[in-house]
């Protein structure tokens, strides 16, 4: 329902600059692991997180540079309970800092079977010391909107002093799977004030399959907020869009943000590289912009494509055009 390389042999090449040019897909930086993060950090390291196959858990690497994630041991920070509304899929974890405490957002919902296992709310977990790896991570708590429904995709981002978190909802009353909103947040579980919806699906190809907008990312470059987002189901259809707001306007004034006509990124039958999205951004170990992703390598999927894993982490370095938007080209 939901959809949900790197400097050295293998992986290293994408992160090449003709890496756009290729005619065939570069190894991916780490297989399997759907909805990626890298997050880099001020003490040094690179912080990986994704959606395993299986769905059952919140896992967490750790290098000195982005090649490196590719081979670092993987903690487990948290598995899902046998029983209660945490019990069933575990998706797209993303870590943060806020207020010197380490926390994890993520999508959960119940076991058992049948429609009630899509009751997907986002949820939170909390380490209680300053290393992510070594510490002991416990659940904080359901992050609270004005309606009780299909949620997932939290991302969290400061801009202009103001702490901001965007996500995926499903609202009643209107006919999609999930929309984006935004808000300043009060706690890392609530709100300072009433969302903001940003987009709706409704272009040709953000419904092609389902009618899905998720997996927001904030990018703050070149006097602008650019916010990438993925959209379609989770098949070679899945893309990536973008909306673009001023840095110095009213971020929580939907009339703000402009929405681009056509996918900024897209699958690549040149290179053999499908369905990507769910980015996140970083830089890598000289300052420049990487794109972070998943993708396919294959076309054509046996069943539902929520539960076919290969989904793998990719990078690659982005540009921009002589007006400072991002230029992602296609995937490498």
């Known amino acids: 329902m939901i959809g949900r390389r790197l400097v050295l042999a293998g992986g290293a090449a994408a992160l090449a600059a003709p890496a756009l040019a290729r005619s065939r897909a570069a190894a991916p930086l780490i297989r399997q692991r759907a909805d990626p993060q890298i997050f880099r950090h001020t003490d040094g390291f690179y912080y990986f997180t994704a959606s395993v196959p299986e769905y059952d858990r919140v896992v967490l690497r750790r290098a ?187 971020l929580m004034d939907p009339a703000s943000w402009s929405k681009s006509q056509r996918p900024v990124f897209r699958s690549s039958p040149a290179n053999g590289v499908w369905g990507p999205g769910h980015n996140s951004f970083t830089v890598d170990e000289r300052g420049r912009d990487v794109l972070v992703y998943h993708a396919r390598d294959y076309r054509e999927i046996a069943g539902d494509p929520l539960f076919d894993p290969n989904r793998h982490t990719r990078v690659q370095r982005f540009g921009y055009d002589e007006d400072g938007v991002p230029v992602f080209g296609e995937p490498a």
Not at 118 to 132: K, M, S, Y
Not at 149 to 154: E, G, I, N, V
């Open 64 to 250: 000195r540079t982005i090649a490196g994630l590719s081979t670092a041991a993987e903690t487990v920070l948290w598995r899902h309970p046998a029983t209660g509304p945490m019990s069933g899929f575990v998706w797209a974890p993303e870590l943060h800092r806020i207020d010197g405490r380490w926390i994890v957002y993520f999508a959960a919902g119940p076991s058992g079977g049948g429609a009630d296992v899509f009751r997907i709310r986002t949820c939170a977990i909390a380490c209680d010391g300053r290393d992510p790896v070594a510490g002991r991570w416990s659940v904080l708590g359901q992050f609270r909107t004005p309606w009780d429904s299909f949620t997932l995709d939290s991302t969290v981002f400061t801009h202009r002093g103001t702490r901001y978190i965007c996500w995926a909802q499903r609202e009643p009353g209107i006919d999609t799977n999930s929309n984006l909103y935004l808000a300043p947040m009060a706690t890392p579980l609530t709100l300072a004030a009433r969302p903001a919806r940003l987009s709706v699906p409704t272009l040709d190809w953000e419904v092609q399959g389902f009618r899905v907008n998720e997996g927001p990312a904030p990018l703050i470059r070149h006097g602008r907020v650019f916010l990438t987002y993925s959209a379609s189901a989770t098949d070679a259809r899945y893309c990536m869009g973008m909306l673009t707001a001023r840095d110095d306007a009213d």
